[in-house]
């Protein structure tokens, strides 16, 4: 069946479902007052874009939000969108590094401000930031650190706070705009201009601000809820945040392109939910794994009747065959799918069906999306290759970005001459079309489904004036796919525990890129380690010659002896010659090296003399092979 695509604005698709569901339920919240059918949502998301117009925003304005997943996030939204703004989306546990960073790449002249996020003032770190605000006229704000930013808006639950401009009064606000410009205004906005900026890591430097138009999040949207099976009878609970392209496309676009009512969660909470999917009768919810367990794993599962649901999407990162079976049968999740893309492919390119079987809505991300081509490519050519082999995943059609803002170099390398969107992940697709995703290219970690770039965090740590060198990884972790490893090197004459540069990532970068604290042992010299080690849970490289508990990396003088000079890999030095940590080095090192406390906390071990000693990890053994080095043996072969 041809792939119809949709040709209307955000705004225009919201004016359309409220004229064709006027006074039915489009927005039902469950831990506040605020409920609102597709007329009236409609109609105040027009309040709302005259608002911003009376402040002097205006088409083409950027216009941050940060806030978790309240009514005034929608309202900024899709009041931005009809006015022909550009929201852009901040991440809810963003700190004042990364927020100095976003606002000031990004341009954003207003940002929409909660009052914080778990333990996280959203207006100290604003006012830190914009000193000047706290004396400033509302709306009038004169940064020198932020010069664009003129408004910092008040969508928080307290008193409106000294220089920003209250929620509430942008209502009044509006009555400063005619209806007639603002009209004028909105009829001129078309779908392919921008609408939303996400910043995601992408495959080298910082954060980057991917440009998604009206036409590529409104039409994956709709791609994804025709392949639920979505219509203006379902309901879905919403319970990823809103600043995420799963929040947004996968859910909100999902929704809106289809007429179908939905539940939001501020936070996820596995009860919070289970309560809305109940109470609410929903019969789809979003979200990564870990949530899924979440629930599965609550002391009241089994109080809930989830006969009423049918559908939802997994995503993120990889699902255990197990707890998708779990969701299929004890929550009636029959036709629960997978998701695969990135937030440069406004995010969906493949997806399973609602016929395909649980093994492989688990084992691939199943077929191209109508009117999106994918192929696997080799990284070294660029030649297509055949089925069966691994290579690029990549992808071209509607949905893919406009580009990365002021960034013309990284989309240049992001998007071929032809169009196709280089992913950076490693797939193969076998002969009917399924793809499967085997790992990546690139350096981005993915924890829980939160991107996480190692740049950053190692350029967080380089401004600790303890540290010399930093090399940043992604190591295994059953609960999230994947978990942060901060390999680091102290100055000499520095010292530094664990914990003080974790509080140090903490203070200056969202919880969650910190790197994982390391792990108590007590199995001494037993072959097989921590078995927590072994299941995956907790790794975090030790190695005394190139992290924190002994030392720094040896010096030429140290290089000449015979135990330093044979820590090789693969016939490549685990050091490089000017002394400076290298991360293919480290990864290769970490898959290999021994667990074993005894082992890593002696000196003077080398690479090769870790490994005679039994390494053990997730069931493979190193194992000597003559002169040829070492092999890793299956033991559960």
Not at 423 to 451: H, P, Q, S, W
Not at 484 to 499: H, Q, R
Request: aromatic share 8%; with cysteine; hydrophobic share 35%.
């Amino acid at each position: 069946m041809q792939q119809k695509f949709l040709e209307k604005t955000l705004g225009q698709q919201i004016a359309d479902m409220a004229a064709k569901y006027p006074d039915d339920n489009m927005i039902d919240y469950t831990d506040r007052d605020y409920s609102r059918t597709w007329k009236e949502f409609n109609d105040e998301c027009e309040t709302i874009a005259r608002g911003f117009m009376a402040l002097g925003l205006k088409k083409g304005s950027h216009i941050s939000i940060w806030g978790t997943n309240v009514p005034a996030w929608l309202l900024t939204f899709f009041g931005s969108a009809k006015m022909g703004g550009i929201l852009v989306t901040v991440n809810t546990s963003y700190k004042v590094f990364e927020l100095d960073y976003q606002l000031k790449q990004s341009d954003s002249e207003a940002i929409v401000l909660i009052d914080g996020y778990k333990g996280t003032s959203y207006i100290d770190i604003i006012n830190e930031l914009c000193p000047e605000l706290e004396s400033c006229e509302p709306g009038k704000l004169k940064s020198r650190r932020l010069p664009l930013l003129k408004s910092v808006i008040y969508a928080g639950e307290g008193e409106c706070p000294a220089g920003m401009v209250d929620w509430k009064d942008l209502y009044t606000l509006a009555e400063q705009t005619p209806v007639e410009e603002f009209e004028a205004v909105r009829d001129s906005c078309d779908c392919h201009e921008v609408v939303n900026i996400q910043y995601t890591s992408g495959t080298t430097g910082f954060p980057k601000g991917v440009m998604l138009t009206h036409y590529n999040i409104l039409n994956n949207g709709q791609t994804i809820g025709d392949g639920m099976k979505f219509t203006h009878d379902d309901r879905l609970c919403i319970t990823v945040p809103f600043f995420h392209c799963f929040g947004m496309v996968l859910a909100l676009m999902s929704c809106i392109s289809h007429g179908t009512p939905f539940v939001p969660i501020d936070m996820f909470n596995a009860k919070k939910v289970m309560d809305a999917l109940v109470t609410k009768h929903c019969t789809a919810v979003h979200g990564v794994p870990t949530m899924f367990i979440a629930m599965l794993e609550h002391p009241d599962f089994d109080k809930y009747d989830f006969s009423h649901m049918r559908t939802g999407i997994m995503a993120g990162s990889p699902c255990p065959i197990k707890t998708m079976y779990d969701v299929s049968e004890k929550m009636n999740m029959h036709d629960i799918v997978i998701v695969f893309g990135q937030t440069e492919a406004a995010p969906g390119c493949t997806m399973t069906t609602t016929e395909d079987s649980l093994e492989t809505r688990c084992a691939t991300v199943g077929k191209a999306f109508p009117g999106v081509e994918c192929k696997i490519v080799d990284p070294n050519t660029g030649e297509t290759l055949p089925a069966g082999e691994i290579g690029e995943f990549c992808a071209r059609g509607y949905n893919i970005m406009k580009g990365y803002y002021k960034m013309p170099e990284a989309t240049a390398q992001a998007i071929d001459k032809d169009g196709w969107l280089h992913f950076g992940d490693l797939a193969v697709c076998d002969e009917n079309g399924y793809y499967k995703v085997t790992g990546r290219l690139k350096d981005m970690i993915i924890r829980g489904g939160e991107n996480i770039y190692p740049k950053e965090l190692e350029e967080c740590l380089y401004h600790n004036d303890r540290v010399k060198d930093v090399q940043v990884i992604g190591v295994p972790s059953k609960k999230y796919g994947e978990e942060v490893c901060a390999c680091v090197i102290l100055k000499k004459d520095c010292t530094a525990t664990k914990e003080e540069l974790i509080e140090f990532v903490r203070e200056g970068l969202s919880k969650f890129k910190a790197p994982l604290r390391h792990p108590q042992r007590g199995r001494g010299h037993d072959r097989g380690g921590d078995k927590s080690l072994l299941q995956g849970e907790c790794r975090v490289l030790q190695d005394p010659e190139i992290c924190l508990d002994n030392g720094r990396i040896p010096d030429d003088r140290e290089r000449k002896n015979p135990e330093i000079r044979s820590a090789r890999h693969g016939g490549r030095k685990i050091f490089a010659s000017e002394r400076r940590l290298n991360r293919n080095c480290v990864k290769e090192y970490y898959e290999r090296i021994c667990y074993d406390e005894t082992i890593i906390f002696n000196p003077r071990l080398s690479a090769l003399d870790a490994e005679r000693n039994s390494c053990d990890c997730q069931g493979f053994r190193l194992r000597r092979r003559g002169d040829k080095g070492y092999r890793r043996q299956d033991k559960r072969a």
